[in-house]
Protein backbone atom coordinates (compact mmCIF):
# COMPACT_ATOMS: atom_id res chain seq x y z
CA UNK A 1 0.00 0.00 0.00
CA UNK A 2 2.90 2.36 0.43
CA UNK A 3 3.87 1.70 -2.95
CA UNK A 4 0.29 2.92 -4.25
CA UNK A 5 0.05 6.19 -1.95
CA UNK A 6 3.85 7.50 -2.94
CA UNK A 7 3.01 6.80 -6.05
CA UNK A 8 -0.32 8.96 -6.03
CA UNK A 9 1.49 11.31 -3.89
CA UNK A 10 4.51 11.78 -6.49
CA UNK A 11 2.38 12.15 -9.11
CA UNK A 12 -0.11 14.98 -7.71
CA UNK A 13 3.11 17.27 -6.63
CA UNK A 14 3.99 16.59 -10.34
CA UNK A 15 1.28 17.66 -12.01
CA UNK A 16 0.59 20.53 -9.70
CA UNK A 17 4.15 21.54 -10.78
CA UNK A 18 3.05 21.03 -14.70
CA UNK A 19 -0.13 23.04 -14.38
CA UNK A 20 0.87 25.88 -12.19
CA UNK A 21 4.24 26.02 -14.86
CA UNK A 22 2.35 25.74 -17.99
CA UNK A 23 -1.11 27.10 -17.36
CA UNK A 24 -1.43 31.02 -16.37
CA UNK A 25 -4.37 31.17 -15.15
CA UNK A 26 -4.60 34.78 -15.96
CA UNK A 27 -4.43 34.47 -19.38
CA UNK A 28 -5.90 31.74 -20.29
CA UNK A 29 -9.01 31.22 -22.44
CA UNK A 30 -11.52 28.74 -22.87
CA UNK A 31 -10.11 27.58 -26.24
CA UNK A 32 -8.66 24.44 -23.99
CA UNK A 33 -12.00 23.03 -22.96
CA UNK A 34 -12.65 19.74 -23.30
CA UNK A 35 -9.27 18.93 -25.21
CA UNK A 36 -7.08 15.66 -24.68
CA UNK A 37 -3.80 16.52 -23.48
CA UNK A 38 -1.32 13.37 -23.25
CA UNK A 39 2.34 13.87 -21.73
CA UNK A 40 5.04 10.91 -20.35
CA UNK A 41 7.93 11.80 -17.68
CA UNK A 42 9.80 9.38 -16.82
CA UNK A 43 10.52 8.07 -13.23
CA UNK A 44 12.88 6.00 -11.40
CA UNK A 45 10.16 2.66 -11.62
CA UNK A 46 9.61 3.95 -15.33
CA UNK A 47 7.86 6.02 -17.43
CA UNK A 48 4.57 7.79 -16.07
CA UNK A 49 1.69 9.12 -18.67
CA UNK A 50 -0.68 11.25 -18.20
CA UNK A 51 -3.81 12.09 -20.08
CA UNK A 52 -6.28 15.13 -19.33
CA UNK A 53 -8.98 16.91 -20.10
CA UNK A 54 -10.00 20.17 -18.70
CA UNK A 55 -13.22 20.58 -18.17
CA UNK A 56 -14.41 23.76 -16.66
CA UNK A 57 -12.06 27.12 -16.82
CA UNK A 58 -13.03 30.45 -15.10
CA UNK A 59 -10.39 32.89 -15.14
CA UNK A 60 -9.66 35.99 -13.05
CA UNK A 61 -11.10 39.07 -14.43
CA UNK A 62 -10.57 42.79 -13.28
CA UNK A 63 -13.73 42.99 -10.94
CA UNK A 64 -12.55 39.48 -9.62
CA UNK A 65 -9.58 37.78 -8.88
CA UNK A 66 -10.56 34.73 -8.37
CA UNK A 67 -10.26 32.00 -11.40
CA UNK A 68 -10.56 28.22 -11.10
CA UNK A 69 -9.86 24.98 -13.42
CA UNK A 70 -11.55 21.63 -13.32
CA UNK A 71 -9.32 18.93 -15.08
CA UNK A 72 -10.37 14.66 -15.39
CA UNK A 73 -7.12 13.27 -15.33
CA UNK A 74 -6.03 9.66 -16.69
CA UNK A 75 -2.30 8.65 -14.65
CA UNK A 76 -0.57 5.48 -15.41
CA UNK A 77 2.51 3.47 -14.68
CA UNK A 78 3.32 0.06 -14.95
CA UNK A 79 0.13 -2.00 -14.18
CA UNK A 80 -0.69 0.74 -11.58
CA UNK A 81 -3.84 3.40 -12.85
CA UNK A 82 -5.12 6.38 -11.34
CA UNK A 83 -8.42 8.15 -12.30
CA UNK A 84 -8.40 11.39 -10.83
CA UNK A 85 -10.31 14.68 -10.67
CA UNK A 86 -8.10 17.63 -10.14
CA UNK A 87 -8.82 21.54 -8.90
CA UNK A 88 -6.88 24.47 -8.90
CA UNK A 89 -8.74 27.38 -7.29
CA UNK A 90 -6.98 30.96 -7.39
CA UNK A 91 -8.47 33.88 -5.48
CA UNK A 92 -8.41 36.66 -2.41
CA UNK A 93 -9.61 34.46 0.26
CA UNK A 94 -9.40 31.27 1.43
CA UNK A 95 -11.68 28.26 0.29
CA UNK A 96 -10.32 25.49 2.91
CA UNK A 97 -11.69 22.93 0.52
CA UNK A 98 -12.84 19.58 2.08
CA UNK A 99 -15.08 17.97 -0.09
CA UNK A 100 -16.43 17.66 -3.65
CA UNK A 101 -19.61 16.52 -4.84
CA UNK A 102 -19.88 14.96 -8.29
CA UNK A 103 -23.71 14.35 -9.96
CA UNK A 104 -23.17 12.48 -13.23
CA UNK A 105 -26.55 12.04 -13.97
CA UNK A 106 -28.87 11.00 -11.30
CA UNK A 107 -25.96 9.19 -9.44
CA UNK A 108 -24.04 11.65 -6.64
CA UNK A 109 -20.60 10.93 -5.77
CA UNK A 110 -19.08 12.53 -2.31
CA UNK A 111 -15.16 12.15 -2.27
CA UNK A 112 -13.63 13.72 0.57
CA UNK A 113 -10.30 15.65 0.04
CA UNK A 114 -7.21 15.06 1.64
CA UNK A 115 -4.39 17.61 2.22
CA UNK A 116 -5.05 20.11 -0.70
CA UNK A 117 -1.99 22.23 -0.97
CA UNK A 118 -2.44 25.55 -0.47
CA UNK A 119 -0.19 29.09 -0.28
CA UNK A 120 0.03 32.38 -0.43
CA UNK A 121 1.14 33.88 -3.98
CA UNK A 122 1.98 37.50 -5.08
CA UNK A 123 -0.19 40.50 -4.10
CA UNK A 124 -2.24 38.25 -1.49
CA UNK A 125 -3.79 35.81 -3.76
CA UNK A 126 -3.75 32.55 -2.78
CA UNK A 127 -3.71 29.60 -4.42
CA UNK A 128 -5.38 25.82 -3.27
CA UNK A 129 -4.70 22.86 -5.34
CA UNK A 130 -5.98 19.35 -5.04
CA UNK A 131 -6.88 16.15 -6.60
CA UNK A 132 -8.85 13.24 -5.70
CA UNK A 133 -9.60 9.74 -7.17
CA UNK A 134 -12.88 9.01 -8.81
CA UNK A 135 -14.70 6.24 -7.82
CA UNK A 136 -15.25 3.28 -10.05
CA UNK A 137 -18.80 3.39 -10.69
CA UNK A 138 -18.12 7.60 -11.37
CA UNK A 139 -16.01 6.44 -14.03
CA UNK A 140 -18.90 3.75 -15.54
CA UNK A 141 -21.13 6.61 -15.78
CA UNK A 142 -19.17 9.31 -17.24
CA UNK A 143 -18.58 7.36 -20.55
CA UNK A 144 -21.78 7.16 -21.12
CA UNK A 145 -24.07 10.18 -19.15
CA UNK A 146 -25.74 12.68 -20.41
CA UNK A 147 -25.04 15.58 -17.22
CA UNK A 148 -22.30 16.47 -14.90
CA UNK A 149 -22.45 18.97 -11.92
CA UNK A 150 -20.11 19.31 -9.67
CA UNK A 151 -19.58 21.30 -6.37
CA UNK A 152 -16.94 21.88 -4.17
CA UNK A 153 -17.07 22.74 -0.44
CA UNK A 154 -15.28 24.38 1.89
CA UNK A 155 -15.69 26.79 4.80
CA UNK A 156 -18.67 28.21 2.69
CA UNK A 157 -20.82 25.90 0.05
CA UNK A 158 -19.14 26.18 -3.30
CA UNK A 159 -22.02 27.19 -6.33
CA UNK A 160 -23.02 24.39 -8.58
CA UNK A 161 -20.56 24.03 -11.49
CA UNK A 162 -23.07 22.25 -14.33
CA UNK A 163 -20.86 21.19 -17.41
CA UNK A 164 -21.33 22.50 -20.90
CA UNK A 165 -23.64 19.93 -22.84
CA UNK A 166 -21.30 20.35 -25.58
CA UNK A 167 -19.01 18.98 -23.69
CA UNK A 168 -20.65 15.95 -22.36
CA UNK A 169 -19.53 13.68 -25.53
CA UNK A 170 -15.91 14.68 -25.27
CA UNK A 171 -15.95 13.80 -21.66
CA UNK A 172 -17.84 10.54 -22.70
CA UNK A 173 -15.10 9.42 -25.02
CA UNK A 174 -12.24 10.45 -22.99
CA UNK A 175 -13.65 7.43 -20.47
CA UNK A 176 -14.32 4.98 -22.88
CA UNK A 177 -11.01 2.83 -22.79
CA UNK A 178 -11.18 2.94 -19.43
Known sequence: MFGRKFFLGMLSIL??????????????????????????????????????????????????????????????????????????????????YDKIQIKIDNNLYEIHIDNPAREVRSRGTVLEQFNAILPKPAINNLKNCSSIIIQIDGKNRGEPIQIAPEGISKINSFWQNN
Open 15 to 96: LGIIIIGCASMGSSSNNDLFIVKESSTNDIKGTIYDKSMTIYKRSPTMSSIWGMDISFIQRSSGDITANMIYVLYLGEDWRF
